[in-house]
């Protein structure tokens, strides 16, 4: 995994939190945590560690695991429906030159949003043996060490999350020119082509945390959800639809005055939208950046 001081781990831990967590914010604290316990130690107890990898990724899925279990009681006193936090590409926004720890995640399904959204379905002793083990091919033994369980226990957990996984729909490539439709038939309120893009059954879920006016129930049905993207965009003049990647996958992002304000994530059955994760909780969109943006 490279050593400590060159960052690899970092990365790879960056990449390991924000799956077990869903949040960047708390990824990055539960990283930042770890390091500060591994500089913590004696000189002489580091030496004896022959695998400061090792050590790391068991500190920080430890660390994730006591804030999974307490993120269940917050999260009970959060208003409306809690998302995970969405990830921008750095690519689209043309700013390489600006880190953000958003750089570091890797975009492949396990961060898509329809995949965090099941994740947040299972234990937390689930999602640790499942991610770390399915996602990123950690022997059993060593996620004992993190669960404090056998490894055959650590099996069974991992088992019961992939059954999860499987009773969950399973998501399909989100098509660009799909989501392309959808901002144009926002953009001209046209109710009746909303209506034809989503599927009847379709389901929009949105995170305001009680920061942001938006729904706290799901919308079902897509002519309902299509009356209320339509009643949405009546009621919000100045606001800029624009195409964008979230988490890896095409999305779209609406600006204020060069703020963002929302970031949707689709999930696509046969061409139609199946799914739309709305955040609009000012907190989970720091990391998207501000400023006059190509369109």
Same mark, same amino acid.
């Given at each position: @995994?490279? *050593?400590?001081? /060159?960052?690899?781990?970092?990365?790879?831990?960056?990449?390991?939190?924000?799956?077990?967590?869903?949040? %960047? *914010?708390?990824?990055?604290?539960?990283?930042?945590?770890?390091?500060?316990? $591994?500089? /913590? +130690?004696? #000189?002489?107890?580091?030496?004896?560690?022959?695998? &400061?990898?090792? !050590?790391?990724?068991?500190?920080?899925?430890?660390?994730?695991?006591?804030? %999974? /279990?307490?993120?269940?009681?917050?999260?009970?006193?959060?208003?409306?429906?809690?998302?995970?936090?969405? +990830?921008?590409?750095?690519?689209? $926004?043309?700013?390489?030159?600006?880190?953000?720890?958003?750089?570091?995640?890797?975009?492949?399904?396990?961060?898509?949003?329809?995949?965090?959204?099941?994740?947040?379905? @299972? *234990?937390?002793?689930?999602?640790?043996?499942?991610?770390?083990? #399915?996602?990123?091919?950690?022997?059993?033994?060593?996620?004992?060490?993190?669960?404090?369980?056998?490894?055959?226990?650590?099996?069974?957990?991992?088992?019961?999350?992939?059954?999860?996984?499987?009773?969950?729909?399973? &998501?399909?490539?989100?098509?660009?020119?799909?989501?392309?439709?959808?901002?144009?038939? $926002?953009?001209?309120?046209?109710?009746?082509?909303?209506?034809?893009?989503?599927?009847?059954?379709?389901?929009?879920?949105? #995170?305001?945390?009680?920061?942001?006016?938006?729904?706290?129930?799901?919308?079902?049905?897509?002519?309902?959800?299509?009356?209320? @993207?339509?009643?949405?965009?009546?009621?919000?003049?100045?606001?800029?639809?624009?195409?964008?990647?979230?988490?890896?996958?095409?999305?779209?992002?609406?600006?204020? #005055?060069? *703020?963002?304000?929302?970031?949707?994530?689709?999930?696509?059955?046969?061409?139609? =939208?199946?799914?739309? !994760?709305? =955040?609009?909780?000012?907190?989970? %969109?720091?990391?998207?950046?501000?400023?006059?943006?190509?369109?």
């Amino acid at each position: @995994m490279g *050593t400590v001081e /060159g960052g690899v781990e970092w990365r790879q831990l960056l990449n390991v939190a924000y799956r077990l967590l869903g949040s %960047l *914010t708390e990824a990055e604290d539960a990283v930042q945590d770890a390091y500060a316990r $591994w500089y /913590g +130690l004696s #000189d002489a107890r580091r030496a004896e560690i022959l695998s &400061p990898g090792a !050590w790391l990724t068991t500190v920080t899925g430890r660390i994730c695991l006591d804030r %999974l /279990g307490s993120a269940r009681t917050r999260r009970e006193r959060y208003v409306g429906a809690w998302l995970p936090e969405p +990830l921008p590409d750095r690519a689209e $926004w043309g700013d390489a030159a600006h880190a953000d720890p958003a750089d570091q995640i890797v975009r492949d399904e396990s961060v898509a949003m329809a995949f965090l959204v099941v994740l947040e379905s @299972m *234990t937390p002793a689930e999602r640790v043996a499942f991610v770390l083990h #399915d996602v990123f091919r950690y022997p059993f033994a060593e996620i004992a060490e993190v669960l404090g369980r056998t490894p055959a226990a650590c099996k069974q957990l991992a088992a019961s999350a992939r059954r999860r996984v499987s009773a969950a729909p399973a &998501p399909a490539p989100v098509r660009a020119d799909v989501v392309g439709q959808v901002r144009k038939a $926002w953009e001209s309120r046209d109710i009746a082509a909303l209506v034809g893009l989503l599927d009847p059954a379709a389901v929009m879920t949105a #995170d305001g945390g009680g920061m942001a006016g938006t729904v706290l129930r799901p919308v079902e049905g897509g002519p309902r959800i299509a009356r209320y @993207m339509a009643a949405i965009a009546d009621r919000a003049p100045g606001l800029e639809l624009l195409e964008r990647s979230v988490n890896g996958l095409p999305g779209l992002v609406a600006r204020r #005055d060069g *703020t963002v304000v929302t970031v949707a994530a689709f999930d696509v059955d046969a061409g139609r =939208v199946a799914r739309i !994760w709305v =955040v609009r909780n000012p907190e989970k %969109l720091r990391p998207w950046p501000a400023g006059p943006q190509p369109s």
